[in-house]
């Protein structure tokens, strides 16, 4: 329980902390409402979400800036590799789990999805997200833990669920 009190204060402390809209519940970090009309290069009309999830005991360690790092990074990623599908109304929801190393990188291994969305084009754009944003910067100093968990729930033409956008 203790652990779990840690990770929401942390994430919490992170959604407070961003420029864009976001919302925390139960450790999720998740940014709602994007619609990609303004990005020329996605497709007109779609609106997508994601979030995300620490899984890793923090240690009393402040991931708050690492976080929303990674976060960004890739949901950058995402919004660069978004399946013309999207535009077309395609809707799916999928989770992917992976570790971050020590050093940033993120094992192949490490990577899977978690919970499908059923279109594989929705489900190969999550999971390229991630590899196109790896390798991310080195885990925080003080953290002496190998990796760090973390899972991303995206939703395509999908609402947030409402306990999650609270």
């Known amino acids: ?21 976001a919302t925390e519940l139960a450790g999720v970090f998740v940014s709602k ?41 890739v949901k950058k990623s995402w919004f660069a590799g978004m399946p013309p599908s999207v535009g077309k109304g395609q809707r799916g929801v999928n989770a992917v789990e992976f570790r ?7 094992p192949k291994d490490f990577l899977k999805m978690t919970s499908g969305s059923g279109k594989n084009d929705f489900d190969a754009a999550s999971l390229q997200a991630v ?26 033409n999908v609402a947030i669920p409402q306990e999650a956008s609270r």
């Open 100 to 106: 971050i190393l020590q050093d940033g990188n993120v």
């Open 33 to 73: 409402g994007a619609t990609l009309q303004s990005t020329p290069s996605l497709p007109k009309g779609a609106a997508v979400g994601c979030g995300m999830e620490m899984l890793t005991d923090t240690k009393g360690i402040d991931f708050k800036p690492y976080i929303r790092d990674v976060y960004l990074s």
């Open 131 to 156: 590899r196109g944003a790896a390798p991310f910067s080195h885990l925080p100093e003080k953290f002496s833990q190998p990796f760090i968990t973390l899972r991303f729930t995206f939703y395509y």
């Open 1 to 21: 329980m203790p652990f779990q009190i840690a990770r929401r204060v942390v994430i919490l402390a992170l959604a407070a902390s961003t420029q864009f809209n």
